[in-house]
């Protein structure tokens, strides 16, 4: 039996799910808040057409049109595919003032967005590889 619910088009789970589900830097990265090691990442040389989805619970979050080598170590796109998909949240951990990245369906945390990316938007989404699948165009 399964203890996942969706309530109000959130998708909400036990922790023994969340690990049972995801591998242990996933639910590090989509639970607590971690950040991959720069240049560590999965995606971050990704060159593919396609779509990344949140690792969590499937959420479409970015286009493979929308990403670009920004150099921070992670991989970088300056839109999301849908606005509504993300969750932006104040973070002032580590000292900093950042603004914090999440699933809007299953409250993982993807990331930080910055103010210094490229045209057309000028934001930097700088998402760690772990909360993301890859789904390559057919």
């Known amino acids: 039996m399964t203890d996942t619910k969706t309530i109000g088009g959130k998708v909400e789970k036990s922790e023994a799910e969340w690990r049972k589900e995801l591998t242990p830097m996933q639910y590090a990265v989509l639970r607590e808040k971690a950040t991959e ?5 999965e995606y971050e040389h990704e060159k ?4 990344y989805t949140c690792a969590g619970c499937g959420q479409t ?6 990403k670009f080598d920004s150099g921070c170590g992670w991989p970088s796109y300056f839109k999301a595919i849908n606005p509504d998909n993300v969750e ?8 900093m003032m950042r603004t914090e990245i999440l699933c809007k369906v299953c409250d993982a945390h993807l990331g930080h967005v910055f103010p ?23």
């Open 37 to 41: 090691r720069p240049f560590s990442g």
């Open 48 to 51: 593919r057409t396609g779509t």
């Open 61 to 66: 979050l970015f286009e493979s049109d929308a």
């Open 88 to 95: 932006e949240r104040i973070d002032r951990t580590h000292g």
């Open 116 to 138: 210094d990316g490229p045209p057309p938007t000028g934001l930097r989404y700088c998402i760690n590889s772990a909360s993301l699948r890859f789904d390559p165009a057919s």
